[in-house]
């Protein structure tokens, strides 16, 4: 009697690994959730959620069918990233140019996340926890190396460097002024010039 042939997987539990289709849909609704909670903060539906995946409603539960794990995932994804960042930052030969390079991401990801706003400890529990406080230690570190380099004023905190980032972005429109890329562009350069030691 021949063995019957195991299905291609790493699981050594037996477990087939997730159809191509399966991987796709995942990737489609994690990236729509991180659209929609970007414009819309972490309370988004699953229907504005499904829209902006280009699925059903349906896919979006069968592929999360707890909001928790959903929603940790879509910040998991958004720190693991900035963290990339800072961690290259820390790389940098010249201390400014990560100082600018952490600052900047940091500013460009506030502008286009909502979700971080609110209290990411009260969302996705210890592991969201961690990220956030290994994201904050390397700001500390590539703040304090800046600092250290006489690139950085004396008087800024790296606990300033998060609110900073955030007011260095510009609301989309103001007074009937809209938010272009340009000006987003000179108000970061100013307020990194600011901040740069004289």
């Not at 998991?76 to 990560?98: K, N, Q, Y």
């Amino acid at each position: 009697m021949h063995a019957r042939r195991q299905t291609a997987t790493n699981d050594p539990a037996g477990r087939k690994a997730p159809r191509a289709d399966a991987r796709r849909n995942a990737a489609l609704v994690l990236a729509g959730a991180r659209r929609a909670v970007a414009s819309k903060g972490l309370g988004v539906s699953y229907h504005e959620i499904a829209r902006e995946a280009g699925v059903g409603v349906g896919t979006v539960y069968r592929r999360f069918p707890e909001r928790d794990h959903l929603m940790t995932a879509v910040l998991s994804d958004i720190l693991s990233e900035l963290i990339r960042t800072a961690e290259a930052a820390t790389e940098c030969a010249d201390p400014w140019e990560g100082f600018t390079l952490l600052f900047g991401e940091l500013a460009a990801r506030t502008a286009e996340n909502a979700g971080l706003s609110g209290s990411l400890d009260a969302h996705g529990g210890p592991d969201i926890a961690a990220l956030r406080h290994r994201l904050l230690e390397l700001i500390r570190q590539v703040t304090e190396c800046a600092r250290q380099a006489g690139a950085l004023r004396d008087d800024v905190d790296w606990r300033d460097i998060p609110f900073l980032a955030q007011a260095a972005v510009t609301p989309g429109c103001f007074l009937d002024l809209p938010a272009d890329p340009a000006r987003r562009t000179r108000t970061l350069r100013v307020v990194l010039d600011g901040l740069h030691a004289s």
